[in-house]
């Protein structure tokens, strides 16, 4: 029996990006929200907490919780969301590579800048996708995501850049291969931009080559928590290329390998 839809599957292939309404069930949302919970008290060690431009808010981020927090690990292991990512992709298994965890409280001012996820990444193939959950209900004035759609399918690689200032946050290695990524925020009118707005429990799925970004949270009053879990499929190995987050390479993989390890488990298969 199929989990989602063939129109959002569809979607999905056309524009790179699609929602999935109200996949994420009660159950799931009360374990992530008590796990985000006692990240943002107790933040496993890969937090990356950004300055808050405006002086106001709180910009809290981490990645790899799975490794250390098992209600993390539980969700991204057993929620529909490995089985929804295999059909998604059509690939007979599926891998985690990593989750990753974005706070905007109230008054955080600062934008998340127009990117495209994969050549942050230390792999390559086609078969790759980010699920984006939301905990709060999530619109324009408080950070939903907004994405360029076809962009996917443009074959171009941007530079890595960082999101904001930070403790331990360092400036991108520059690989020749990318190129810079446009000004998109000051010359809108010139791109085809796309949102919308989420429940909990809605997700935004998109491909790690997507063009996305979001504004800052400016509201008095609402949080906007989104936890992302990315998956990749059957044609994705190793990239050991210059340029990726230090924090997303494995020393155990050469160029090449394919992803299946403790660190890139397999979640599902056929």
Excluded at 175 to 188: F, G, H, K, L
């Amino acid at each position: 029996m199929s989990l989602i839809n063939r129109e959002v599957i569809q979607q999905y292939n056309d524009d790179g990006v699609a929602v999935i309404r109200g996949c994420i069930s009660d159950h799931w949302l009360g374990v992530l929200n008590e796990a985000i919970e006692h990240d943002i008290r107790d933040p496993g060690p890969f937090v990356h907490a950004y300055q808050s431009e405006s002086g106001k808010g709180r910009f809290h981020g981490n990645l790899r919780l799975w490794e250390t927090e098992m209600r993390f690990q539980d969700f991204c292991f057993n929620s529909p969301l490995p089985e929804m990512a295999a059909e998604i992709l059509a690939s007979e298994k599926i891998n985690l590579l990593y989750d990753q965890l974005f706070v905007k409280e109230p008054e955080t001012s600062n934008r998340t800048r127009w990117h495209n996820d994969q050549p942050y990444w230390a792999m390559r193939g086609w078969q790759v996708l980010s699920f984006w959950i939301a905990l709060d209900p999530v619109d324009k004035r408080n950070g939903a995501l907004e994405f360029i759609p076809g962009s996917h399918r443009w074959g171009r690689w941007f530079q890595p850049e960082i999101f904001g200032k930070g403790p331990g946050i360092e400036q991108y290695e520059r690989n020749p291969d990318y190129e810079p990524v446009p000004d998109i925020e000051s010359a809108r009118e010139h791109y085809e931009i796309v949102s919308w707005d989420l429940s909990p429990g809605d997700v935004y799925v998109f491909h790690a080559l997507t063009v996305h970004g979001a504004g800052g949270n400016c509201s008095g009053d609402v949080r906007r928590r989104g936890y992302a879990v990315r998956y990749t499929g059957d044609d994705v190995v190793y990239d050991a290329r210059p340029g990726t987050n230090k924090g997303l390479r494995s020393d155990d993989h050469a160029d090449g390998d394919p992803l299946d390890s403790p660190r890139y488990p397999v979640v599902w298969t056929s």
